[in-house]
């Protein structure tokens, strides 16, 4: 990047399972009223605004006309990202990087307790010719890539439930975490099949909330804060659409995206130079080869560093300390910036019982979920 971004406010709802008494507007609002205040600025003051949303999801057509008002952006600049919080975040890094803006708020929700036939919305994804008219689901996509990553990694369905048992466990001391919990391998283990090797307990819950961020040119973010963590680097890329023509063992979209970050961010040894992730981990496998294919495991090795405790919250490289998706729950466009959030706590020293000791960079990545070989990855510090 030309010059370093910062984050200077930063705001969330608690993630839940259902917000029956909450609108998106009202956890919108909600969020944003805390990044504002954070930033110490009003919307007046903030130069364009994004929101990250996909609109059949939503339920709404062209959705950024249904955000200005609860992000104080009536008639101001407002556009929408159809993708993952982080690559919203990084769309506002490149407009500051312009020139032209020197402050931008970028928001993402989740109202999906409001979606009554979510398999069926995200079915709507696959390739209509090949794989809708089987009548499956994206879960039913994701056994057949587990299966796929555990036969050509070596890595096991008990290494995939200790992912499960770490993530749930490290939500409960996240108070915005929704699926807390103390399992066993074998709770996990013998949950229900849902796509063989797949099973209940190691896809991740729906969840709802919002987040908001308040970004700024490094001049700026240095006048209103006095502790702004730093966007030091964000790529992110797409893969072969086609589920039948990739290789769908690996997260190619995941180790592109790294390796860009990191020579933004000047790191050449991401073991060494961070100190602890938030991966996607929406299915409990998915946490393996993000692992793996993020240059933080060796082929292979990423269940064992689970199973030997490298990953847990004690351990030498924490991984999803907040819980993940798992534990938080599974916020669709508002994963990444639930991800992000906790980082931010965390490089603030304010992440409580999770903290993480001596946390200084660390690694925030997200996948935008069945069939897309799409995800982002941001490199963050408070240096």
């Given at each position: 990047m030309k010059e370093r971004v910062g984050i200077v406010g930063i705001g969330v709802t608690g993630f839940n399972s259902v917000s029956p008494s909450l609108s998106f507007k009202e956890l919108t609002y909600t969020a944003a009223v805390k990044a504002y205040g954070e930033a110490g600025l009003h919307p007046k003051q903030i130069d364009s605004f994004i929101t990250a949303s996909e609109d059949f999801m939503e339920g709404y057509s062209i959705f950024d006309e249904y955000v200005p008002d609860q992000m104080g952006a009536v008639m101001r600049p407002v556009h929408t990202v159809t993708a993952d919080f982080l690559q919203a975040l990084g769309v506002g890094c490149m407009m500051i990087n312009t020139g032209r803006f020197t402050t931008i708020a970028v928001e993402a929700h989740s109202k999906a307790s409001n979606v009554k036939t979510l398999d069926e919305v995200q079915a709507f994804a696959l390739d209509p010719v090949y794989l809708r008219p089987l009548k499956e689901n994206a879960k039913f996509v994701a056994g057949l890539e587990m299966k796929c990553f555990l036969e050509m990694t070596g890595n096991t369905e008990e290494q995939c439930a200790r992912v499960v048992v770490k993530n749930k466990k490290n939500?409960?001391?996240?108070?915005?975490?929704?699926?807390?919990?103390?399992?066993?391998?074998?709770?996990?283990l013998n949950?229900?099949?849902?796509?063989?090797?797949?099973?209940?307990?190691?896809?991740?819950?729906?969840a709802d909330g919002a987040i908001m961020v308040v970004l700024a040119s490094e001049a700026e973010a240095r006048a209103l804060c006095k502790n702004p963590i730093w966007i030091d680097g964000i790529a992110w890329f797409s893969g072969n659409g086609n589920l039948w023509s990739r290789n769908i063992a690996e997260a190619d979209y995941a180790r592109l995206a790294m390796r860009k970050a990191c020579s933004m961010a000047g790191i050449s040894d991401p073991r060494k130079e961070l100190h602890f992730a938030e991966i996607c981990d929406e299915y409990s496998y998915k946490e393996l080869q993000h692992l793996e294919a993020l240059g933080l495991a060796r082929k292979g090795e990423a269940g064992y560093l689970t199973e030997s405790g490298v990953t847990s919250l004690d351990g030498d490289f924490p991984v999803n300390p907040s819980g993940g998706s798992l534990g938080v729950g599974h916020t669709f466009e508002a994963s990444g910036g639930m991800k992000l959030y906790e980082a931010v706590l965390q490089l603030r020293n304010q992440a409580g019982a999770r903290?993480?000791?001596?946390?200084?960079?660390?690694?925030?990545?997200?996948w935008r979920g069945v069939p897309t070989a799409t995800g982002a990855v941001a490199i963050l510090s408070n240096e």
């Open positions: 939500s409960q001391k996240n108070p915005n975490a929704a699926y807390g919990a103390e399992l066993s391998v074998d709770d996990v949950s229900e099949p849902i796509s063989t090797p797949l099973k209940r307990l190691d896809v991740s819950e729906r903290q993480v000791k001596d946390a200084k960079r660390c690694l925030v990545q997200s």
